[in-house]
């Protein structure tokens, strides 16, 4: 017998109870595809399937961002499946535990096809369990007028957390504005925030099904949030990362960390700035990001699992993924390496720390209860910004807590 979903208590679990599953259409695959409307890209590639497949339907239904996932759950507890979801990949272990979705197996060359590290996103108990659609990491920007102004040489960043900190505080105390951006408001960011700081000084969340968050390396991370807290924007728990970039964009911020869409908007404004690797713990063995991926998820009891498979995997294969990535302002870090990556580059060279950061990068951790596991983190860097906890006792609270979503 399978575990009631935490994500969907209530009501959920007794309409999963007396529900009879429903195939879907034998020819149809049904997909649930979130945002505003389907990508032209995908367009183009589906008709392009349904030529090659004859026979055979695509059918996107077009869910906003904020719905998507839960209306997908829903349906598969309900045992009314829709054939493949767009989902975030931190939700796969979840489902995979639930049995609401199929694995979905790589071969060694189509693992080898991905940058570093990213398979690992997908992967639970040595299966995967998606395929990964979009990907994002992040770099650090700074405003080169207010290293200027802080006596800051305003085309060296900092490599080093002792170093961002010592930069921040100089902003602060000679440039009249807060050195960095840091966001804690109780939203999913603030706990994607904190990670890339564990992933550039190699710690770690959970490692298989063992808590391993209380370590020296995630402790350094969580007190360099606090020493970094006072050079930082006022009242750190107002503002997700966002919020925060829009304060960098309009210039009265020195330093944020965030994704390649900030460099699109900063084309547009008068900003004299600078994009390098997120600066390095004292235990990092090289430039590292949290590596975030959303998959294509195929669900159990449609009747057409075997041919989703198929065309969630043409659908992200390489070329067809290139062309979807760089399109260029969407914020999408490719997944693959590839000649066309390397133009990409060529032609817009702020992407490159995007890219360095994947080698050392890690996953999202895996828990059968995500929204737990990020409340938890997300407790944990507030009762640290706000000076309530000091970190340490933070991260055994932390440690202990997390027992119960693993």
């Known amino acids: 017998m399978t575990r009631k979903l935490t994500m969907l208590a209530g009501s959920f679990a007794l309409l999963a109870s007396s529900a009879l599953t429903t195939l879907a259409a034998d020819q149809e695959i049904s997909w649930i595809y979130c945002g505003d409307k389907i990508d032209p890209i995908h367009e183009k590639y589906i008709a392009e399937w349904e030529g090659k497949n004859e026979g055979w339907k695509v059918k996107p239904e077009v ?8 209306k997908a759950t829903t349906l598969a507890v309900a045992g009314t499946p829709v054939a493949m979801a767009y989902v975030g990949s931190r939700t796969l272990k979840e489902f995979a535990q639930n049995e609401l979705i199929v694995p979905v197996p790589m071969t060694d060359e189509e693992k080898a096809s991905y940058y570093p590290n990213i398979v690992e996103t997908v992967t639970f108990e040595d299966t995967q369990w998606g395929v990964p659609v979009a990907f994002s ?3 650090l920007y700074w405003n080169k007028d207010l290293f200027k102004a802080a006596g800051l040489d305003p085309e060296t960043p900092p490599k080093t957390w002792a170093e961002e900190i010592e930069f921040a505080k100089q902003i602060t105390e000679k440039a009249g504005v807060a050195g960095y951006g840091l966001p804690a408001k109780t939203f999913d960011n603030t706990m994607h925030q904190f990670m890339h700081w564990v992933y550039t000084n190699n710690g770690k969340v959970i490692d298989g099904d063992k808590i391993v968050i209380d370590s020296p390396e995630v402790l350094a991370a969580l007190q360099a949030y606090k020493d970094i807290t006072p050079y930082s924007v006022e009242g750190a728990t107002a503002y997700e990362q966002n919020e925060i970039r829009a304060i960098f964009l309009d210039g009265k911020v020195g330093m944020i960390q965030s994704g390649s869409g900030a460099a699109y908007r900063l084309k547009d404004t ?14 990092a063995q090289g430039e590292g990001t949290l590596l975030i991926t959303d998959s294509l998820a195929i669900f159990s009891g449609s009747g057409v699992e075997e041919k989703a498979i198929e065309f969630a995997k043409y659908i992200t294969s390489t070329d067809i993924q290139h062309e979807y990535e760089l399109q260029g302002g969407a914020g999408l870090t490719p997944l693959r390496p590839g000649a066309v990556v390397d133009q990409f580059v060529t032609n817009e060279p702020f992407w490159k720390p995007f890219i360095d950061g994947i080698a050392y990068g890690g996953p999202e951790p895996l828990f059968t209860d995500y929204k737990g596991f990020q409340n938890v983190m997300i407790e944990m860097v507030q009762s640290v910004v706000t000076g309530k906890t000091e970190p340490a006792d933070a991260l055994k609270k932390a440690a202990a807590d997390l027992e119960q979503y693993k």
């Open 270 to 283: 008068k900003i004299n700035w600078g994009v390098a690797p997120l600066p390095r713990g004292p235990s």
């Open 63 to 70: 869910v906003g961002w904020e719905q998507c996932q839960d």
């Open 137 to 139: 990491t992040k770099a």
